[in-house]
């Protein structure tokens, strides 16, 4: 996701928009927008006499980082060990709540399977999929290709966070039993996987998870 928070980069310079705004002859609005971080792009030339008022280079101005994703999972089967479970871009549900619009499920939602695998020393075993396997309908083979691609594609921060939403919301819906103190999660992305360990906050109310030190 690429990021624009011109108003911090120009304060960290000790400017205000309105200082490049005297200086360069950009309007308000359009630094307002780049402010805000709700641009939908930035002119070459724009580029060019913010990055000269400010000496500062496009890097600067211009940041790539990772998605956030929410993990929500609709009622399923509670005698079932694997659930399926969904993935959004927070900037899609964000924007669908200001507009009071409905974001298009089928094309924005991400599907993948939570499992749990076993249970000892008090230590719980899940892993989090793109399949459930031995899948022949081409729709749900699409599905589970979407998905590969889409986990393949996350960094190690945005996979921690699948997990721990993930997991949290297993332990809270569909866990039978006390929640154990440890649990290790194994996410297969299709080009090897990762583990990931946490450890159980002990609050009564909700599952909360913190990542094993």
């Known amino acids: 996701m690429i990021k624009i928070d011109l108003k911090k980069l120009a304060k ?3 400017f205000t928009l309105t200082d490049i705004s005297k ?5 308000m609005n359009t630094l307002s927008v780049l402010g805000r971080n709700v641009s939908t792009g930035i002119q070459f030339d724009t580029l060019d006499k913010i990055c000269r008022f400010l000496t500062c ?9 990772s998605d956030s994703y929410i993990v929500h999972v609709d009622v399923q089967n509670m005698k079932e060990k694997t659930i399926r479970a969904a993935a959004t871009k927070k900037s899609i549900l964000d924007n669908s709540l200001k507009n ?7 094309k924005e939602d991400t599907i993948f399977y939570i ?3 076993a249970l000892a020393n008090k230590k719980a075993f899940f892993s989090i999929d793109y399949s459930t396997y031995g899948a022949v309908n081409k729709n749900v083979k699409e599905q589970e290709s979407k998905s590969q691609r889409w986990l393949s594609s ?3 921060e945005s996979k921690m966070s699948i997990c721990k939403q993930g997991i949290e919301i297993y332990l809270q819906h569909y866990w039978d039993g006390n929640v154990p103190e440890n649990i290790s999660v194994s996410i297969n992305d299709g080009n090897g996987g ?4 946490f450890v159980d906050t002990k609050n009564d109310s909700k599952v909360t998870l913190r990542k094993h030190q």
């Open 12 to 14: 960290s310079k000790g």
């Open 23 to 27: 200086a360069t002859g950009i309007s």
């Open 57 to 65: 280079t496009p890097n600067d101005v211009i940041k790539i980082v």
């Open 100 to 106: 009071n619009i409905m974001y298009n499920m089928d």
């Open 115 to 117: 499992t749990f695998l």
């Open 154 to 156: 996350l960094d190690k």
């Open 194 to 197: 990762n583990v990931y360990s």
